[in-house]
C-alpha cells in the first residue's frame, strides 16, 4: 500500500501549528548581477511560517560546522527554506546555514533549519 505522503506532509504542518510559534523566512532581493545588467531589481518577499525550535544536543557541536549557538529549527514543508533566506525570530535575524529535508517517499514532508546569529 503506497503511503499518500501529501497528506503526511500535511499533517506534520497541522501539528508543527499546534506546538510552534510564528517566524518569517526573509528572502533576499534580486537584481542585476553586473552593473551593466538591465535586470530589474525585485526587493525580497517576507513569508510567514511557523516553526519549531530546538537547541543541538553536545554530541553533535564540533565548534565548526554546528556551533554551541546555532539553532536547531524544525519547519513545515509548505516553503521551501534555502541558504540565501534568513530567518527572523521575535525580532532577531538568523542566518541559514543549512537545509535539511525530511522526505522518507521523495517528497518533502519537514524541513531541518540550522540557523545562526
Do not use: C, K
Amino acid at each position: 500500500m503506497a503511503e499518500d505522503w501529501a497528506a503526511v506532509a500535511s499533517d506534520v504542518s497541522a501539528a508543527l501549528a499546534e506546538v510552534g510559534f510564528a517566524a518569517t523566512l526573509q528572502r533576499p532581493s534580486t537584481g542585476p548581477a553586473t552593473p551593466w545588467d538591465a535586470t530589474a531589481v525585485t526587493p525580497g518577499a517576507q513569508v510567514a511560517v511557523t516553526i519549531m525550535q530546538d537547541t543541538y544536543d553536545l554530541r553533535h557541536i564540533d565548534g565548526a560546522l554546528i556551533r554551541a549557538d546555532d539553532r536547531r529549527i524544525l519547519m513545515a514543508s509548505d516553503v521551501v527554506p534555502t541558504v540565501a533566506d534568513r530567518l527572523i525570530i521575535g525580532g532577531e535575524t538568523l542566518a541559514i546555514i543549512n537545509v535539511t529535508p525530511t522526505a522518507p517517499g521523495g517528497a518533502a514532508v519537514l524541513y531541518e533549519v540550522q540557523a545562526r546569529r
